[in-house]
């Protein structure tokens, strides 16, 4: 895998035969850790070797912020405290409305104070997959055939990350509802497999010694009932999410040397899912980076 990424980016061309993808795995705040991971990307200058990339939740975002090439300002927003403290506000929930503004967050911060470059994004040849779990079918789904202008771009990235209850109802787009795509695919690899990719670098949001803790009992009844009520098939998926992990994990020592997976390291923080504390976002922002930049890099960067 090294040596394909390497290959390309000395010849400047994808033309190898391969079809090379980048995953980017999700998990709310987590996401901040592969938010250092691509902006490292982008400054070894590997954000064109791609011809995938596939992002689940917070990690379709960090993938969106590498294909527009302002992953280094983007970034930005994880370390600004009046930003985070408006996108993840768990007191809004005992007043009926959601933890999580994606609204604001996609409507307000990326097309306005952090701006990313849309129409970057829409015009790379490096094909964009936010993936979203279908409240119907309980299936993940690849937005990407979705994603046409601007709009239907800014909407898959809200249904991507949608998680349910915490961040308001399904997101409708292209004739179907969505919630986060971490229902069914946290690390969307199986659908960057099906879909003809050959290789993969995938960004890990846990460390490898890191196991997804059990959901709390009042979010299994209080979630559980929502997800019943408006979405039957999503919540069979919510269901099954305690094993996801092990499938996942499964499918890609399956694939051997073709996947390279890069994880925080050993010593890093354990992030919970709607963490908004600046000084330890900032801390896993950069655990992230560097452990890029000490895999691919030239020259690792000091600790």
């Known amino acids: 895998m090294a040596e394909v990424i390497e290959g390309r980016r000395v010849a400047r061309d994808r033309v190898d035969g391969h079809r090379l993808a980048l995953v980017i795995e999700g998990g709310g705040s987590r996401g901040v850790y592969s938010s250092g991971m691509v902006q490292a990307l982008e400054e070894l ?3 064109n070797v791609f011809d995938a990339v596939y992002g689940t939740s917070a990690g379709a975002i960090n ?3 590498l294909l527009c090439g ?5 970034m930005r927003s994880w370390t600004d405290p009046t930003i985070m403290r408006r996108v993840v ?5 005992l007043r009926g409305r ?3 503004d994606l609204n604001y967050l996609v409507h307000r911060v990326y097309d306005g104070i952090e701006p990313m470059d849309f129409p970057a994004i829409l015009a790379n040849p490096t094909t964009f997959h936010p993936i979203a779990t279908d409240i119907r079918t309980g299936q993940s789904v690849d937005l990407g055939p979705h994603i046409v202008d601007k709009p239907t771009l800014m909407t898959a990235l809200r249904a991507s990350a949608g998680l349910p209850l915490l961040a308001g109802p399904p997101v409708s787009l292209g004739g179907g509802s969505y919630f986060d795509g971490g229902l069914t695919e946290t690390v969307p690899i199986r659908t960057a497999v099906r879909a003809g990719a050959t290789h993969a670098l995938v960004l890990r949001t846990r ?4 196991l997804r803790p059990p959901a709390p009992l009042i979010h299994r009844v209080v979630g559980g009932g929502y997800m019943r009520a408006i979405a039957p098939g999503a919540y069979r998926a919510w269901s099954q999410r305690p094993g996801q992990q092990a499938v996942e994990d499964a499918f890609l020592a399956s694939l051997g040397e073709q996947a390279l997976q890069i994880h925080p390291p050993a010593h890093a923080p354990a992030i919970d899912s709607a963490a908004r504390d600046t000084t330890l ?3 896993a922002l950069n655990l992230g980076r560097a452990a890029v930049h ?3 890099g030239d020259r690792p960067l000091p600790a």
């Open 45 to 47: 200058g590997l954000a």
């Open 63 to 65: 993938g969106a912020w």
């Open 70 to 74: 302002r992953a280094a300002t983007g």
């Open 89 to 93: 506000d768990p007191v809004r929930i």
């Open 98 to 100: 959601p933890v999580f």
């Open 207 to 210: 460390r490898t010694d890191e």
């Open 281 to 283: 976002l900032t801390q």
């Open 294 to 296: 000490a895999l691919l």
